[in-house]
């Protein structure tokens, strides 16, 4: 629906059960699927993002939901897929002071990034790559890190002078996805190749491909000389990858996962998002259980199909939490001036 209060067009949930979680995007009009125009460059968050986004003016609206608090903030990392630098900047400005660092897409090989010059688009734009990240990091504070993550080019010799650009623009570091625009997950991922990446520079490298126990992030550090390593589908199959330990049984770590996004009174629409890739990976959804969730419209419903007690939704969620992110911001010179002074 058209908000014609902040000039964006909102996409609600129509499960939710109070006006905080009816919102699951924002966005300006270019960039809304609903109107049906051709994208102008737009930055949008990437592809696995769980929280809301106002991603340009008004001036004074400018928010980041749901609120990730103070002891979050050195947590979260926002991701942007984008392919112009005005506009990367705009929106990440609105996040800024809420996050850790601001990470550019540039390894999304499909269609609704690239189409835009976003994602893996930008791979064979090293001019673009370079005005991306440096006007990120000449304009945002000072303590928020700037970083982006790319997959591997045609040949390693393209790899490596992307890598060497991406370098060269302030970045605190920048992951290698280990596979190429044309492979998929089912394809091992060319732990060999990030190895080259690394050796080529200074800046630190964090590795991303086939990491699906603890043990495959040491495992693949040392095989790869990367400062750190990272996953994907290993953390939304079972969170509890990153226990020394090992991970625990899939039920003990959904029920997990479902008590957290009920005490906090987790978006309806990705709690089901979260609890779907968990049981596709353990149980399958082409079951009882798989289909009583598709047709939950609430928290509660979810509660039910799981035998987890309703009354623990919401019990620890912070209403009308101020953030600095909602700080008057009155245009978009201003965004820059006080950037800049903050530095």
Excluded at 133 to 146: C, G
């Amino acid at each position: 629906m058209e908000n014609t209060a902040w000039g964006t067009v909102d996409f609600i949930d129509p499960d939710a059960n109070n006006d905080d979680s009816a919102v699951v995007f924002q966005t300006i009009p270019e960039v809304s699927r609903a109107q049906k125009k051709p994208r102008k460059n737009p930055a949008f968050p990437s592809a696995g993002h769980t929280g809301n986004f106002a991603s340009e003016t008004p001036a004074k609206k400018l928010r980041l939901f749901p609120p990730t608090g103070f002891q979050e903030k050195n947590r979260v990392v926002l991701q942007l897929g984008t392919g112009d630098a005005t506009r990367a900047l705009q929106s990440a400005m609105v996040a800024a002071k809420d996050v850790a660092a601001i990470d550019i897409n540039m390894g999304c090989p499909l269609k609704f990034s690239t189409a835009s010059g976003a994602g893996s688009a930008l791979l064979k734009k090293p001019e673009t790559v370079h005005d991306i990240l440096t006007t990120l990091r000449r304009n945002l504070p000072a303590e928020t890190h700037v970083t982006c993550k790319i997959r591997l080019l045609e040949t390693m010799e393209k790899t490596v002078e992307l890598a060497r650009v991406i370098e060269k623009c302030g970045v605190s570091a920048f992951g290698v996805h280990g596979r190429y625009i044309g492979q998929r997950p089912r394809d091992p991922a060319h732990w060999d190749q990030i190895k080259q990446v690394v050796e080529s520079v200074s800046c630190p490298v964090i590795a991303n491909g086939d990491v699906f126990e603890y043990t495959d992030f040491d495992k693949l550090r040392a095989e790869t000389g990367a400062a750190a390593a990272m996953c994907g589908r290993g953390a939304m199959w079972n969170q509890s990858i990153f226990r020394k330990e090992g991970v625990i049984p899939a039920r003990d770590n959904l029920n997990s996962l479902l008590e957290k996004c009920f005490e906090w009174n987790h978006s309806l629409k990705n709690t089901k998002y979260l609890t779907r890739e968990i049981l596709i990976k353990s149980t399958g959804l082409e079951n009882e259980e798989g289909w009583a969730l598709n047709k939950t419209k609430s928290l509660a419903d979810v509660a039910g199909v799981f035998n987890i007690q309703a009354n623990i939704i919401g019990r620890k969620r912070v209403s009308n939490l101020k953030r600095p992110c909602e700080d008057p911001v009155e245009n978009d010179e201003n965004i820059k001036v006080k950037a800049l002074a903050e530095q």
